[in-house]
């Protein structure tokens, strides 16, 4: 898999780069490269943003100079990009980002190209026109796409064949199909017992069913709470 975070502030991502999991994966042949939005700029002297058309405070991101970055990178039509890639666009507003929307990107086989925005954010024929995708992490504002996009890739990333030290750590996750969609059960380890509080006697038990069922169990309920 392919993946480039176009950005105005690429060092961000140098750190990101060295997390073990990332290595992992780009040893297995994951390539992620973090883009500068500024470098193919048409405008003079670097300059990416212009005022919002209407008036208010802040500056957007204009339209031409995504569409210059994306020309430049892939060497076709920006709009023709999306076509072939998942061109995901990092906005507050968008699509809530999630396990399913996570497996989905790290098992569809496409190349992706993240968009993360600054100021008030991208002109709005980015997200229309240039983008296939609008995802959102949460419902607050962030600074910049940076740390949406390495959220967002960090859980697709986890996912990747080799990324995990225990393969098996990804699938019975909180919000996997494994578990129906609902967050996991408690996890205890040593000590048995702790300022008078034990871990549960069935997880001592030895007793693989009783012990999966009791987990399913507790999933079940903290789905509900
Ligand atoms: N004016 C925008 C609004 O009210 O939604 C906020 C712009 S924010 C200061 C700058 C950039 O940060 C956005 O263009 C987007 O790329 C990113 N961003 C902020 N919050 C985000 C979130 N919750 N999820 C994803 N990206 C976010």
């Known amino acids: 898999m392919n993946i480039d975070a176009m950005t105005l502030f690429p060092g961000w991502f140098d750190w990101f780069a060295e997390q073990r999991h990332v290595r992992n994966a780009v040893e297995r042949g994951l390539r992620l490269e973090a883009v500068d939005l500024r470098a193919a700029t048409p405008l003079s002297a670097g300059k990416v943003d212009d005022t919002p058309y209407g008036g208010g405070a802040g500056m957007v991101i204009r339209v031409d100079v995504v569409e210059a970055a994306l020309r430049d990178r892939y060497d076709v039509e920006a709009e023709e990009v999306r076509r072939t890639r998942r061109v995901i666009a990092l906005a507050a507003g968008g699509r809530q980002f999630d396990d399913a929307l996570a497996g989905e990107l790290a098992g569809g086989g496409a ?11 991208f002109d ?15 419902p607050y504002v962030l600074s910049g796409g940076e740390l949406a996009a390495m959220v967002v890739l960090d859980a697709v990333i986890r996912k990747l064949p080799g990324a995990l030290g225990h393969a098996e750590s990804a699938v ?40 999966a069922a009791w ?11």
């Open 124 to 138: 709005e024929r980015v997200l229309e026109h240039l983008a296939s995708d609008v995802v959102s992490i949460g």
């Open 172 to 211: 019975e996750e909180s919000f996997s199909p494994a578990l129906e969609g609902a967050p996991e059960y408690p996890h205890y380890t040593r000590p048995v017992e702790w300022r008078g509080h034990r871990v549960p006697d069935v997880l001592l038990s030895g007793n693989h069913a009783e012990i």
């Open 111 to 121: 190349d992706l190209t993240l968009l993360c925005g600054r100021y008030e954010g």
């Open 215 to 225: 987990r399913r169990t507790r999933s079940r309920e903290r789905s509900q709470r």
